[in-house]
């Protein structure tokens, strides 16, 4: 059920009513009738591997209850708990997501005489890819280490407890695309809620504009940016390629951030406040600004799980870089069992430790175009990064690097320009972001009249519901 | 509602911007209804296939007769002028199974049918004509066009800029392309399913010439290279055994000439007038 579907309009129209029914006693009840309708949600996408959710469900309350409320002092039991919860999350997430390319990546590997059976290799190639399995796997680990630092309350029942970790990872808005939730931040919201606490125009914001992102900007410029793989891309001059990459950036940017917008909206028209993924990423003027800025929720759980427990930056410079790096190819292979995702991620390992060393060896002096020069550079980057997100091939990923130098002399298609009609919103929207940051009077006059503001929600709505683009999934469920 | 006074500017803004949108759609459908916003004609494939399907399920004027059904081997050649006598239901990217599958469902019986045979019969069928008008929406894009494909903003402006055109001169690079992909013989599944098509495709032709429409089959010519590769003669072997040149009213183009084409499969815009031509006066429509 895609958020921009009219079977998931039907169906969050029904839990939204039956939710804010007016009997107290059924109120009680939100958040069991959360899980069950977000139950129902994940099995209209995944069917049968909904019990693999129901059972990481079980396994990490369980845990986490055990560490709240039992025998908190043994430190042994503490600690092989924490690692059974831990070891558990990432054993299902190497299970069914990266199984397929450890095997594989091994035969690949190994000689001739110790190659493993093309049956095996199939067997484990077919196993299915549940739906949000990295969020899911992500924020078990989150629960079972926030727990065991008593970020949690400890006066929970198993029953509180297994009810409120049921709807802490299965709450169907963040399911299947995140934002990774934290169990201290979420926790706390589970209660009844009441139809007058509603933020009306927070959740109308966000749906606008995740709906507008998704449905005008994202699914129109996937219809040309397939154009981008191989083997189209070689039949296509420089500026085209550039063009389309351009087009791409500004795809996943509206695809994922539309999602997350919509999460947003639809979290607190129940009630609840989940973290925004997304502060227009690209005004970034460095790499390290651009991971606070996208997927704001798997950057912050790679610091504060990995990188910090690795060492983080308190220690020789050396250490440091090689955290970031390893970090960065980790987090690359978090989205996908490719090793593509992970050329990816060391493409931005690689650009963070430059960067580190340029700026802390050579002080550049702060200005407005020296910083509109460095978003120009981060974007550049950014762009060209992206090829290792789309290409599954290295040799692909060459060939187009060769064609972006090398074939110049052809001027774009004409079929090919609406891409840069479809840029303008997402590249608007940053425009807008970056005036407001630096208070510039033009951003704040506009912010600050109402009509302007209802004309701009008006607009993005019209062109939502009269100029969609075909219906794509969302690039981040395949994640 | 939460209706402190900081919030009641805020309601006010989406009752406004919900106003202002419906006057925008308002606006917009009053535009179309009397005829000022021109048909937009789809930017992208994809969209050019949706408004076909569309066009075909909510029609607003009489259909012509003769149908053509195919994929964008066909497609790109009856694209050249437009013409009114002989309707393209010929989808770019899918095998022509989409457009049978479009005139089952909108049970309509043509006089004369043209369908492309070829390669594309190889992929998997799409499911764009249910995904493009289920009931509910094909209720809604009858009472509504302001939400039909042809009538987005972004395709009626491209119609009036004519960006939409496209080059179609000979591409060396994808002729390489469309000569290397089919190098390789058919696979088994392939074959399997290419099998099935055709048996899908037979059954279909059965039931629209027992409603007493004739059905050509036409052979849209490709780069000499590509036609004499194993795969292209696999294929036509099984083609032409399902549906003999005996049996079957055949359009077949000149096989001795070298027909150009601009990625190997597709034929620039002359070669592509010269197999038009022929179709049509196959079908007396000339």
């Known amino acids: ?49 909904t019990l693999l959710l129901l059972a990481s469900i079980i396994t990490n309350a369980l845990i986490g209850f055990i560490l709240v409320t039992g025998n908190a002092d043994n430190s042994a039991l503490r600690k092989q708990l924490i690692i059974g919860g ?83 990872f299965s709450f169907f808005p963040h399911l299947i695309s995140g934002p990774i939730l934290r169990a201290g931040h979420f926790f706390p919201q589970i209660r009844t809620k009441c139809f007058r606490e509603i933020d009306w125009y927070v959740a109308f914001k966000w749906l606008t504009l995740g709906y507008f992102l998704k449905s005008f900007v994202a699914n129109n410029l996937a219809d040309y940016t397939w154009f981008v793989k191989y083997p189209y891309f070689t039949t296509a001059g420089t500026i085209t390629n550039v063009l389309l990459l351009c087009g791409y950036s500004a795809q996943i940017f509206a695809d ?120 120009v550079v ?8 992206w090829i290792g997100f789309i290409m599954s091939d290295v040799n692909h990923m060459k060939l187009l690097a060769k064609h972006l130098c090398t074939d110049f002399a052809i001027m774009p298609y004409a079929k090919t320009l609406p891409v840069l009609g479809y840029i303008l919103p997402v590249a608007a929207l940053h425009a807008w972001h970056w005036a407001s940051e630096r208070g510039l009077t033009i951003g704040n006059l506009l912010l600050k009249s109402d009509f302007f503001r209802m004309f701009v929600y008006a607009t993005l709505i019209f062109l939502a519901a009269v100029n969609p683009g075909t219906p794509h999934e969302f690039i981040y469920f395949q994640f | 509602m939460n209706l402190s006074i900081s919030s ?9 911007s919900l106003l202002i949108a419906l006057i925008m759609l308002l606006s917009f459908h009053i535009l179309i209804s009397a005829g000022i916003v021109p048909e937009g004609i789809g930017e992208t494939q994809q969209k050019r296939n949706i408004i076909k399907v569309e066009n075909y399920l909510l029609p607003m004027k009489p259909l012509p007769e003769n149908v ?22 010929s989808f770019g990217g899918l095998s022509g199974l989409e457009g049978c599958e479009l005139l089952q469902r909108s049970n309509s019986v043509p006089k004369k049918v043209v369908i492309e045979l070829s390669s594309a019969l190889i992929r998997k069928p799409s499911d764009i004509v249910r995904d493009a008008m289920p009931e509910y929406k094909q209720f809604l894009l009858s009472t ?41 013989p058919i696979t088994e599944e392939q074959r399997q399913r290419l099998n099935n ?33 194993q795969y292209e003669t696999e294929i036509r072997q099984i083609l032409h055994g399902r549906f003999p040149e005996t049996n079957c009213r055949w359009i077949i183009p000149d096989r001795s000439r070298d027909w150009k084409t601009s990625d190997g499969i597709h034929l620039t815009v002359d070669e592509a007038r010269t197999i038009k031509r022929q179709i049509l006066r196959c079908l007396n429509l000339s």
């Open chain 2, 68 to 89: 053509a059904l195919g994929s964008s081997f066909l497609e790109n050649v009856l694209r050249v002028d437009v013409d009114n006598q002989l309707l393209n239901l």
């Open chain 2, 144 to 184: 509504s066009p302001i939400f039909r494909m042809a009538y987005q903003p972004s395709s009626i402006l491209l119609r009036l800029i004519r960006a939409a055109k496209e080059s179609r001169s000979p591409n060396q690079t994808a002729i390489a392309i469309g000569r290397k992909s089919r190098e390789l």
């Open chain 1, 1 to 49: 059920m895609l958020f921009n579907s009219w079977e998931f309009l039907t169906f969050f129209l029904i839990v939204f009513t039956l939710y804010y029914l007016p009997s107290r006693t059924l109120r009680q009840f939100q958040p069991l009738l959360l899980v069950g309708a977000s139950m129902v949600f994940y099995w209209a996408g995944v069917g049968t591997l």
């Open chain 1, 86 to 168: 831990v070891v558990f999350n990432l054993l299902v997430l190497c299970t069914f997501k990266y199984s397929s390319l450890i095997l594989s990546s091994i035969n690949t590997l190994a000689p001739a005489y110790a190659k493993l059976s093309p049956t095996l290799i199939q067997g484990v190639a077919s196993i299915p890819l549940p739906l949000g399995i990295s969020f899911f796997c992500f924020e078990g680990i989150s629960l079972t280490i926030d727990t065991s630092k008593r970020l949690l309350e400890r006066r929970l029942s198993w029953i509180d407890t297994l009810c409120k970790s049921s709807l802490f």
């Open chain 1, 378 to 385: 981060v974007n550049a980057f950014v762009t060209a990064a």
């Open chain 1, 256 to 375: 994922f951030a539309g999602y997350s917008f919509m999460a947003v909206g639809l979290a607190e028209l129940l009630g609840y406040k989940i973290p925004n993924n997304f502060n227009a990423p690209y005004i970034s003027r460095s790499l390290g600004e651009f991971w606070k800025r996208w997927h704001i929720s798997l950057s912050s759980w790679l610091k504060d799980y990995l990188f910090i427990p690795l060492g983080g930056s308190r220690c020789s410079r050396t250490r440091a870089c090689l955290n970031v790096f390893v970090v960065m190819i980790l987090g690359g292979l978090w989205h996908g069992a490719s090793w593509n995702y992970a050329i990816w991620g060391a493409m931005h390992g690689a650009g963070l430790i430059v960067e580190h060393i340029f700026r802390s060896t050579i002080p550049i002096p702060e200005s407005v175009l020296l910083g509109v020069g460095k978003i």
């Open chain 2, 8 to 16: 009641s500017s805020n309601i006010r803004i989406i009752c406004g």
């Open chain 2, 197 to 229: 098509n055709l048996e899908h495709l037979k059954q279909f032709v059965d039931q629209l010439q027992k409603r007493g429409t004739s059905i050509y089959f036409v052979e849209v010519p490709v780069d000499r290279q590509v036609w004499e590769s």
